[in-house]
């Protein structure tokens, strides 16, 4: 594309050199700029993009979008918020792929991953052959690749849209999250459907109050052609009463029929979100009925894990106050024994959700043992003083050694639920992403207790 009509779609208040010449691709990190791209200097929390303007020329950059004018020898579009114009730029340069490819997002605290998989089940089931977009995997025509940020940034989700469109796709599910929507990566995304899961707690250390999450999600309905819409919950509700022309539902709903293979009070609600938004879609309901019951698990969701043992263990991402309240609701009704819960907290994020979900696993399990989730840059032995401060619950800071003892202290009848993690494969441990996942480490230790002495 050429730079003039990148000129065009993004307005600067200056142009610095010529606004001639060829855009071949856009970056936004310095690591990775191909030859002929357009650059944008983010400003971060850590780091500044217009200080790495140097390295991201050496390595093919031949403009860049700039918040200041900078001693580098590239034609430079200065704007007063790169952030904010990269979206602008990035729609225009792949073709505002969503005037084409119909798109249904998610938002929500919990739910959003599992309702994404449902609704990519009926729209395959429909015929539709949909990209999806979690932060489980991402599935681009007909390949499958690794999932990273959940709403990727702008370049990279106009660019996967984009590859969607030409792999094939005739619609596009995806999670869209409140960061995203804050830091603009969904700004030009057009959806056809936009579903609202819920709204609990979490994410407080970046958005600061309650009522700043719920616009980040409110926000995005602007964007949405139909909103669908759990009024179920508080802040659904009030959503609800605030959007013309609502798609409403709620848990009592029923599912008409539908044998949900999913197991958990929670994961019916997710079920019933998907159906609402493939019908808002236009999906018949034979098609939703075979889509919902494709769907026996979802990585890392309520994600059983079998190796013989008398007993049940559930592997689940619940890593906020609301999520791990309804996992461990849920827990309760499939067992008659105890339930034994290993969880934890993540660290340099929201401190004031810690002691809650201390609590509710101090209420709602008969074990409770509390250990590292991804401590990040904290101490794990701060994160479990801070939630297991004052209750009956015990503290065991290796994850490996939490989950051993969990499954050592089962009897048969009992459930384990290990929590926080999910499908993550990773540990996050002083800036290191050290190998560690739950699932895998529950089979290695159930396949070492029933190995003969």
């Known amino acids: 594309m050429q730079l003039e009509r990148l000129i065009a779609a993004l307005a600067p208040t200056d142009v610095v050199g010529s606004a001639a010449g060829e855009i071949r691709e856009l970056a936004y990190d310095a690591r990775e700029v191909p030859e002929g791209s357009l650059f944008f200097c983010i400003p971060g929390a850590r780091v500044d993009g217009h200080d790495l303007a140097g390295q991201a020329v050496a390595r093919g950059a031949v403009a860049l979008v700039v918040e200041r004018r900078l001693a580098v020898g590239v034609p430079q579009l200065v704007v007063p918020s790169v952030r904010e ?18 798109v249904v ?47 990727p940034e702008a ?23 409140s960061m995203g929507s804050t830091q603009s990566r969904l700004e030009g ?36 052609a139909i909103a669908v819409v759990n009024v179920g919950d508080e802040y659904g509700a009030q959503l609800a009463a605030e959007l013309p022309g609502v798609v409403p539902f709620r848990r009592e709903d029923d599912l008409a029929g539908i044998d949900l293979k999913l197991r958990g009070a929670f994961n019916k609600e997710n079920a019933l979100a998907a159906a609402a938004a493939a ?16 769907v026996e698990r979802v990585p890392g969701r309520f994600e059983v894990v079998d190796e013989g043992q008398p007993f049940t263990v559930l ?18 009704e499939l067992t008659r024994g105890r339930v034994v819960c290993v969880f934890g907290a993540g660290g340099d994020r929201d401190r004031d959700k810690r002691p809650q979900m201390g609590r509710i696993v101090a209420e709602l399990a008969d074990i409770g043992i509390v250990t590292s989730d991804n401590p990040r840059g904290e101490d794990p032995a701060e994160i479990a003083a801070d939630v297991a401060d004052g209750l009956d619950l015990s503290i065991e800071l290796d994850r490996r050694r ?8 089962a009897r048969e009848g009992d459930l384990v639920l ?12 002083a800036g290191r992403k050290l190998p560690f996942d739950d699932r895998e480490v529950v089979r290695d230790t159930l396949r070492r207790l029933r190995a003969p002495a």
């Open 85 to 102: 114009a990269m979206p602008r730029a990035a729609v225009a340069f792949f073709g505002d792929p969503t005037a084409e490819l119909p």
């Open 402 to 409: 939490a989950i051993e003892r969990a499954l050592e202290l």
């Open 105 to 151: 997002g998610i938002t929500g605290t919990n739910g959003k991953t599992t309702t994404a998989y449902l609704l990519s089940s009926i729209l395959s089931a429909a015929g539709l052959r949909p990209g999806l977009l979690t932060n489980v995997e991402r599935r681009v025509g007909t390949t499958v690749q690794q999932a990273a940020l959940n709403t």
């Open 189 to 224: 995304t057009r959806f056809a459907v936009l579903v609202f899961t819920n709204l609990t707690q979490d994410h407080l250390d970046f958005h600061g109050a309650m009522a700043d999450y719920f616009e980040a999600k409110r926000r995005l309905f602007a964007q949405a």
């Open 279 to 294: 019908r808002s879609f236009g999906v018949d309901e034979a098609a939703i009925k075979r889509g919902i019951e494709a």
């Open 418 to 429: 290990v929590a926080g993690k999910g499908h993550e494969q990773g540990q996050e441990i």
């Open 155 to 177: 370049i990279d989700l106009q660019r996967l849209l984009r590859q969607m469109l030409d792999g094939g796709n005739r619609a596009c599910v995806m999670e869209a999250t």
């Open 315 to 332: 592997v689940d991402y619940a890593h906020t106050p609301g999520a791990l309240e309804a996992t461990l609701e849920a827990a309760r």
